[in-house]
């Protein structure tokens, strides 16, 4: 199940605690596969709640952002698409 796999790559890579039911699927991206290649599709959630403070335990910096900085970061395709449909609903 994705929000089970989802909680235990949080505990893993960000050292938070977070309950399945705080999780709310709020979209997806997907890639055509190119060359015969498998296609990707990335599923996107919302937490409303967790416990512990979110650390880079695996690599890289843990930042806090507004939807309009987050919107202007350079990120790939599939992060792109995530981004508009996460703040669709935003007033930026």
Do not use: H
Request: overall charge negative; aromatic content about 6%.
């Amino acid at each position: 199940m994705p929000a089970q796999s989802l909680v235990r790559e949080l505990t893993e890579e960000l050292g938070i605690s977070c309950r399945e039911d705080a999780l709310v699927p709020c979209g997806f991206a997907e890639s055509v596969g190119e060359g015969g290649g498998a296609a990707l599709v990335i599923l996107l959630y919302t937490a409303a709640a967790w416990d512990g403070e979110p650390q880079a335990l695996e690599c890289g910096a843990v930042g806090w952002f507004t939807p309009a900085e987050v919107l202007a970061l350079a990120k790939p395709p599939l992060d792109i698409q995530l981004a508009e449909r996460l703040f669709a609903n935003i007033v930026i």
